[in-house]
């Protein structure tokens, strides 16, 4: 399936990259399985989580945080390596906007919760924890509400160019 995002009201194709391991640290934690963050390869990104190559963690260890529900998808965008989090931002213009937006969310491919409000927008998580979702659902909002943006949280970085 075709990761996509839209920013400025452009559709951006989004490339799974499986060079990367992105790991939520707290879901990890809670299972058990400690991320290694004093590793040289290991980034810190905010939102609470670690991306490391994917040959530096063994296959029973990437199971165990699989089961876990720690491991987050990870994307690339030319250079830039995307992990998108479970958080969808609304903002709108207008009361039509808003009540576009408002009717969209129950109709959506997943169900998801309003995590905080304000006059000009709104934050939402899929219910479900997973950041595929959020994608999903953040896609569906802009395509069915064309509120002013709707767009998943990502935390990103460009790695250093091979010499």
Known sequence: MTRYYYAGGRRIELEP???????????????????ETGHALVRRLPGGVTVSPRSSLSEARLDRLSQAGALRPVYRRDRSVLVPLPEIRVEYDN???RAAVKAAIPRAPCEAEVF????????LRPTSGRSDDALALANYIYEHARPA???????????KPEV
């Open 149 to 159: 943006a709707a767009s998943v949280r990502f935390v990103q970085f460009v790695p």
């Open 95 to 97: 009361a039509k906007q």
């Open 17 to 35: 990259d499986d060079q990367y391991v992105a790991v939520d640290e707290r879901a990890a934690g809670a299972a058990g399985v400690p991320v």
């Open 116 to 123: 905080d409000e304000s006059p000009d927008g709104l934050v």
